[in-house]
């Protein structure tokens, strides 16, 4: 250890310091990897590589630069062998909600949600925390991983982390002249990529209230007044179901057709990828309420733009949502 670390409670002392700095590499590491999992599981390596390696610190001062750049190479040696993470969305055209079969594609092709309380500040500026919010949106991060892993480093750490250049730079070990070229590539493929993409707004009074009419909606299972919430190119997706609709009217008949067991769910509300989102419980046959589906809702506008259903029950225990509702 360094000598800030080698006296009596060293290891402690070095544990709290590394610790303070989990939640921001979790958000860093999830926008690189488009998982939750996989942004713990390289949070948590980079973590042991720096408690391995503090004999190479050279500075308490510098240690969050020196957690991101090894962070950094961890999410780049995971990416080398793993294909890109996307919506349903990027597979193909939206589907008519007759032609659903249930066909479905493995875990690992899909974006995941993320909890905002593993990757948003706990407090701060509004303005801040807005912004914060929207460098998770599932639209940005699904984006991001159009990107090459070295230009997805570059744009998060430059635009959304507001690194310099030459601190960037430092970090890949590379030229202030590399940097910039990637930045300039990389902002060009996102604009492209998002050009058509609503932006959820952060939510407002006005907007929980419209959520409270949604959730009253659904847990009645009042199709026509749930679809008069939503926006006329309102989407929904429902990983890892390899299909996904758009428009009220679509989403209308797959509710009252193969989304039809949905009837007598109970919603519990969380917040994920900068949105309100809710955890759905199927009835169980038995007088009680089983998981099926984590629910992130898009708003913009007074309406509903996004209806994006998870169907991953291992999501529930990562949001703290009850294994069971009686």
């Not at 750490?157 to 590399?178: F, H, I, K, P």
Request: charged share 20%; proline share 6%.
């Amino acid at each position: 250890m360094t000598a800030d670390y080698a006296t009596a409670g060293g290891s402690q002392a070095l544990g709290e310091d590394l610790e303070q700095y989990r939640r921001e590499l979790t958000a860093y590491c999830y926008r690189m990897l488009g998982s939750v999992f996989d942004a713990e599981d390289a949070v948590q390596e980079a973590m042991v590589r720096g408690w391995r390696g503090i004999e190479g610190f050279e500075g308490r001062s510098a240690m969050r630069s020196w957690l991101y750049r090894i962070a950094t190479n961890v999410c780049l040696d995971m990416l080398r062998s793993r294909q890109r993470r996307a919506r349903p969305m990027d597979m193909g055209p939206s589907r008519a909600a007759g032609s659903f079969t249930g066909a479905t594609l493995p875990d690992h092709v899909w974006l995941q949600p993320v909890p905002d309380a593993k990757v948003l500040p706990e407090s701060g500026d509004p303005a801040e925390l807005a912004e914060a919010k929207e460098s998770v949106r599932l639209a940005f991060v699904a984006a991001l991983q159009y990107l090459p892993p070295r230009q997805r480093a570059v744009l998060i750490l430059r635009d959304v982390l507001r690194w310099q250049a030459s601190e960037v730079a430092g970090l890949l070990e590379t030229s202030v002249a590399s940097v910039n070229s990637a930045l300039q590539r990389a902002r060009a493929t996102m604009a492209a990529r998002e050009a058509d993409e609503p932006v959820p707004e952060v939510v407002s009074a006005g907007q929980q209230a419209l959520l409270t009419r949604y959730v009253d909606a659904f847990e009645r299972y009042d199709i026509t007044y749930l679809v008069s919430l939503l926006h006329e190119d309102a989407v929904m997706t429902m990983p890892p179901f390899d299909f996904w609709l758009r428009g009220p009217a679509e989403m209308g008949k797959f509710f009252t057709g193969p989304g039809g067991k949905c009837r007598g769910s109970r919603l519990v509300a969380t917040e994920a990828n900068g949105c309100a989102a809710f955890g759905c419980y199927n009835p169980d046959g038995r007088g009680g309420y089983v998981p099926w589906c984590l629910q992130v809702i898009e708003v913009s506008g007074g309406r509903i733009t996004g209806h994006h259903n998870f169907v991953d029950t291992g999501l529930f225990g990562l949001f703290g949502l009850p294994p069971r509702l009686a």
